[in-house]
């Protein structure tokens, strides 16, 4: 089974950076995935990570390390539009994607 | 191009009654997946299909059954509905189901059953 743990809730403000942090252990490991999802809304697809590293785009990086099982999504230059839910989730050697619970990120002004 | 689209946006069910959550795609994607998202919970997989034809079962797939007749359709069915599955349905839909593929999401079906 996985178990993807990740912080509840998040708050920063417009203009600042903010690292969301997710650890996770499985028994088996092809890739992780970060979502956004606004509230009310489909979860939508923000990057993928297989390599330790960093994958940056545009405002948004995130970085893997397989063997500590950890990654970061890193959001900068943060605007309000960015206030949404931030899913981590690990595809094991099914390919089923597992999601953590979520992190709630709030902007504020 | 719709991508995905479910039926109904919201219902309101009254516990032991049938319900069908309806998912088309017209992406022409292979794999197709059933997700329950619940507070503090996350998205846990229901059910899922590789390709047309194929089912199998997710994390989650007590009370709920799927068919798979063709690519494009994958409808959920709650043969006897019950309040613990009160909840926002989402279903997805991926290019392959042997790969780490993208997952693409529908907008969603909220359902409350009391």
């Known amino acids: 089974g996985q178990n993807i743990d990740q912080p509840t809730e998040m708050t920063a403000t417009e203009g600042a950076i903010v690292q969301i942090n997710c650890t996770y252990q499985?028994?088996?490991?092809?890739?992780l995935f970060w979502y956004q999802q606004h509230a009310g809304e489909a979860p939508t697809f923000l990057s993928y990570?297989?390599?330790?590293g960093l994958e940056e785009k545009g405002r948004f990086s995130s970085f893997l390390s397989r063997s500590k099982g950890y990654s970061y999504l890193l959001l900068k230059e943060l605007q309000m539009k960015d206030s949404a839910s931030y899913l981590c989730?690990?595809?094991?050697?099914?390919?089923?994607?597992?999601f953590g619970a979520g992190t709630t990120v709030t902007v504020r002004a | 191009i719709a991508g995905i689209t479910q039926a109904p946006t919201s219902q309101i069910l009254a516990a032991g009654r049938r319900m069908t959550l309806r998912c088309t795609q017209d992406?022409?994607?292979?794999?197709m997946y059933w997700y329950r998202q619940d507070l503090g919970l996350g998205l846990r997989l229901i059910h899922y299909?590789?390709?047309?034809?194929?089912?199998g079962k997710g994390e989650v797939p007590d009370g709920y059954s799927v068919s798979r007749a063709n690519t494009d359709d994958f409808p959920l069915t709650l043969a006897s509905a019950v309040p613990s599955q009160t909840s926002v349905y989402f279903c997805?839909?991926?290019?392959?189901?042997?790969?780490?593929?993208?997952?693409?999401f529908g907008p969603g079906t909220r359902l409350t059953v009391l």
């Open positions: 997805a839909s991926s290019d392959s189901a042997g790969a780490p593929d993208t997952q693409y």
């Open positions: 499985t028994s088996g490991f092809n890739g």
């Open positions: 990570n297989v390599l330790d």
């Open positions: 989730a690990v595809t094991s050697d099914d390919y089923k994607l597992s």
């Open positions: 992406m022409r994607h292979n794999a």
């Open positions: 299909s590789n390709t047309a034809g194929t089912t």
